[in-house]
């Protein structure tokens, strides 16, 4: 448990360096039955990847998957799956200027006092490229939570001051930005070039709306579901913060306002409003789930910076090379996919909740 | 695993509800050898007390700790503490109004879905008091930390829309709302005997300083130091949004604004500026660790509320008893021992980092 | 995880020193609705109870206990339940003669290089009744698989050379020594008052066979039903040796001798014979399971032995007092207790197996 | 947790199915700082490579192993090391005659009952080919427990009825069987060609001495160093028996022979015999650790056999085709393998058990 495997029941262990040879998962607890191909990781896995506009990163990442076990004649086996990518695009790069240099903002300082030694080519472990393997995991959580009726919808909320104002979710894949209103990405995409042009960079939110949880999932005290999506979420490199529901808003209000009176819709406890964002006490309570991450700007930015490399020198250094301004997008399906691993994981731990329908899954 | 355990090495396993016999904690992993007798635990219990001022309930909670185990002669012996506290003021209450009715803003509908019967006295597992494990766990991992030079300061940053403007850190226990800026405290109390007049409730922010902590401590990827936090805060009761650094804010400034430059002081590297709040790339890189926990307004209002029964009826509530207006003061030392637990866990896993730190460690 | 917790879904955490002010455990995952009340724990720890023949310890040990959460109206909630057995014989015995002597055959020595420091009253945690929080947990696990139709059926195979010959039942509770043999346990019995003249000790095998087990239970690979039953088993104190169905004597016969050739009878897939035990390739195959742990002899014995104490001078001690000459016949029940625990949380987490049984069970 | 991941602090999380398009391991938690290279990991997979003597299947399979991750220049970085063995003999082979068939002695049916679908194809994940990834990880922890002066010598005890008598360490890389006693391996290579002629199989016991284990490690209750051996030893495929030091014989000796008396040598604490194997509570006593571990015969043979299909037919059936004789030779090296990944992470668990050199070890 030195921090690469996450999940209970439907636990996932990822592995790779940015520039290593390969990145990848090992999936435990897959339920057999499933239909799984390799198109359904490259969907998931073609919304991270980088070169689609001017606002990601140019690097040539095809990212092909194999499925190394764990499938057979198209369907899980109940066993563990292992997804890999290799690495291609992998040009002896000339590191001499970062390979010893703290980049500020960068994980560098820690990793090296941590370890002692890392791997400095594009942040080795600390890259974005580690998300690899949590989308391909996300791909095959978010498969079964669709059997189930379950379904999650993710976008950028904002990119540095620019907020959406609308939401019209046929929006969300017609801009490089993935925001669910057009005007507002129109204006998120004016304010990026002008960072592009003062060489800096620019951080935004993701927001994810889940549809179709049933209520009553989650576990109380430590692993309540908000916690353990906290955790899912604020383990994305780069995320600052997260809310749920009003977030810090419903810091600010008052109890007549924030609580949500419960009412009976079609024969079932509804709520009437959803300040809560689908979840009290750490338990779904059967409304959307909606919770926000923050995201920092890309540290990696040209202009000079004043750092300290592994002999205790004090230095300045550009970043120069292939960087997004901005990684929000790319980062909306690693967002989307650490909240399935959460969802599902929870869907199948409550499954024990209680000892009727436990006597009864075994009757049959 | 049904989540009421948390921690790696220093692992803690909380039970108890509102209204039943007891409450308490197992805390698993504690080194041998630190000093360690009831009055440790009093302190850390006494700052979430009730009845302490007019912002907190009248509920009369001495709440006397008994070590059960685990500690001999006035110090720990290595094995599980159990800590244990039982319940005085049980008095035989009507629930009859509240029984079967779902409280907005509570657990209570999603532990009737998830179990199909709970204990309806006072909240059961979902109350506030359940964080008295949780304290009696984070009053140990505080005394570890102490000895290692690490300690935290928490207090509340804002009580609704009332923000602290100074910081003068020996004002925190001066005032019944633990801010650390007498004159934003005077202020929040007024907001509160209006919120109480109109028989409503408030919410806030608490905010942690963490000091001492060295660099290289945390995993990467998935248990990342802020993402520990960020499930350990997250799974306090009411809180609905958690940040660390700049948090949100980072999200709205560029990389230039965001980023901490490196230098050299003392012959170490240090930040200029700490933007990160003290964690980059999940490890620590030795600033303060800062973070906020944002609460939602207690619930529990004497207004009039609509809302549903278990038989799916229609009602109307008034939810009248002892509640607090507000919970931020009391959540302030929940708060900071969830943060203790995480931090010293992360110490110990982070033994295991470098080989010949460890062959070093067993040549003694 | 510093060892004192167990199980995935049905995860306990014990608590305890001997001599301490009491024992215990808690027990997260125990799901919702089953009736439980002390009487049913105490059934299961009075088969572990000291004082009940000559071949047990002479200490009185009323071990009454205490249920402090997690039930309510006689119903389990769902949440943790808190055991704890309050220690009433803590005689202030001179223990000057042990304090600092590491006693041969027990845990002293391994205690002090691990930790520099223990309880030596008594054993501390490494004593026999560390194993009451296993019991009052096993009381429960078993209560849940009773309702599955499962039971467990625990007794003493051999005391010393003494081994049974034949198998009735009902004779297990008729003699001290739980055999289900009258005339083996009468020679068992006076092999043991050899012993005792000899101020010596005897050791002994216990055997566990369960019923109603269905097929297809357990993970395959590192938490094989039976490799998780290992673990459980040896985690008892004494315990030296594990084997399941034909166990070492499998290793001596060959396949043709040993496989156990599949039949249908009334419908159903079953096996003509057992040598498996009940388990193949980790996963239960519906017969009854069947397995054996060996316990060594009663370490505490009043004859001189030679040994070492804290500051490495060699020493001769006699261990006086009240030790039981065989510890087999209470930890029966220990064995019966660990085998349900382990067998019940495979239960639960084997319901994540096949995903068209979960979309199944949230349809409902 | 679906029980293929295994280890706390050093985890390894394996994959692959027989017959599948690669089987490895990913290993999380290894320090960094450990010289590793293909080549360490090479010399381990080839004492468990086929085609090694007349009793070893002839199946070729030249095992060619990729570190994908984990390592750069040569050493560990303490990210997860991901290992890759592509399958290369995977003959498109007629399995008709076994496609839905139950092999007595085989997880073939608990698969069947427990996913409903399974890869039929040379056992899938029930295969011994299943045991590459452990073998892979066990290489990485025996070198890290080297360079602390810790080793293993793993060994065959006995062949079917065949035990060995004398103990010659050069020996055991002189015969195919991997017995430490020249004129028992003939006797046993004898018994073993008897064994073919008759279309039948043989089973066995493997032993294991760790030398140079320092005394206080292992976790007392349920993660006792030697029930942590239980565990990982019973997880391998057809074991059958475990036991530590004098194991089931214990259970028939008196306290008097059992216990080992304590004295001084050199100026350390020693024992005089080692009745208990090198463990005592659970935690190491500085003794050599020694245990054992029974092996079924092969379960695979080309007699005529009696079984059922997945339509509930009965049949008779042939094993044919490339199958081991007896396993235990092959299964030495996995033996060795899963002890080693036990103690080294017991190793590192241990670290945190004194407050005073936490407290030293971050003041460096």
Redesign the interface.
């Known amino acids: ?6 999940g ?2 439907f ?1 996932i ?5 940015s520039h ?5 998962v ?1 999936v ?7 239909d799984l191909c390799e198109e359904d990781i490259l969907s998931f896995l073609s919304r991270r990847k980088p070169g689609q506009s001017e606002f990601t990163t140019k690097r040539n990442e095809p990212d092909e998957v ?5 499938v ?1 004649e198209g ?8 997804l ?1 990518v290799y690495n291609k695009d992998q040009k002896s790069k000339d590191y001499s200027n970062i390979k010893d240099v ?1 980049r ?4 560098d ?11 400095y080519r594009g942040g ?3 890259s974005g490229r ?1 998300t690899i393997g949590r989308v391909c995991a996300g791909a095959i959580a978010s498969k ?1 939570l669709a ?2 009726g379950i379904s999650l919808c993710t976008y950028t909320r ?1 990119i ?2 620019v907020e959406m104002n609308s939401f019209d979710a046929s929006e969300i894949t017609k801009n490089p930005l993935y925001m669910p209103d057009a005007a507002a990405a129109k204006k998120a995409e004016e304010y990026l070039k002008a ?1 592009m042009e ?1 060489k ?6 993701v927001e994810c709306v889940v549809s179709g949880m ?11 579901l ?10 994305i ?1 780069a995320v ?9 808003g ?15 819709k079609d ?1 079932k ?1 509804k709520k ?1 409003t959803n300040h ?2 689908g979840i ?7 409304s959307d789930i909606v919770f926000r991450a ?8 040209a ?1 000079l ?4 490399d592994e002999s ?3 230095k300045e250094i550009e970043i120069t090379g292939r960087h997004d301004p901005v990684i929000v997008p790319r980062a909306v399906v690693v967002v989307e996919s650490m909240a399935a691993i959460v969802l599902f994981d929870a ?13 009864d ?2 009757k049959r």
């Not at 369907?75 to 292992?82: E, R, S």
């Not at 199948?348 to 209680?354: D, I, P, V, Y």
């Open positions: 448990m030195a921090g690469s495997v996450f209970k029941q636990q262990s990822t592995f790779g360096e290593g040879k390969a990145l990848g090992v435990d607890g897959v339920p057999a039955g499933i194999e499925i190394l076990s764990g057979f369907k899980t086996l109940g066993t563990p799956i292992a890999v703290f500020p903002g960068h994980a300082f820690g990793f090296f006092e941590k370890y002692g030694f890392r791997d080795g472990r600390s580690e079964a059997s189930m904002s540095g001051p960072c003062e800096d960079s620019a951080g935004g939110v049933p209520a009553g999932v989650g576990e109380p005290v430590f692993d309540k908000d916690a353990k999506l906290a955790q899912a979420i604020f383990s490199g600052k913060g997260f809310e749920i529901g009003e977030g810090f419903a810091a600010r209000s008052t109890g007549s306002e924030n609580n949500d009176a419960f009412c009976v024969g406890v009437e809560a964002g009290l006490g750490g338990i779904s309570d059967g923050a995201f920092k700007p890309t540290p990696s930015i202009q910076q004043h750092t300290v205790l020198t004090e869907l199948l731990e409550n499954m024990a909740s209680k000892m009727d329908r436990i006597v899954f075994y």
